[in-house]
């Protein structure tokens, strides 16, 4: 993984972590629901963005790599997974 996307990822998973823990305080303590959802909802956009990151490192590194060493059909599958993925999401 390229280093500037790795120290990305990581400080977006802590931040991530604290919204988590905060989510949890929230259920126990019964706070307002459409605050619990509305927190939740945030969560899932930033791990949206870790996804994102990850994403763009396979692509700049592992898939051309695959594509430059004759592995076409094998990138070709990956890309296709994430599609498919991202499809489910909608």
Sequence with gaps: MK???KVKALRRLKII???VRGLQEMVATEKYCIDIITQASA???ALSGVEDLVLENHLSTHVI???MHGK???ATK???KIYKLAQKKK
């Design 43 to 45: 969560i899932k956009e």
């Design 65 to 67: 790599h695959q594509i």
């Design 78 to 80: 990956e890309i296709l």
């Design 72 to 74: 076409q059909d094998q």
């Design 3 to 5: 280093q500037d996307i």
């Design 17 to 19: 972590e604290g919204q």
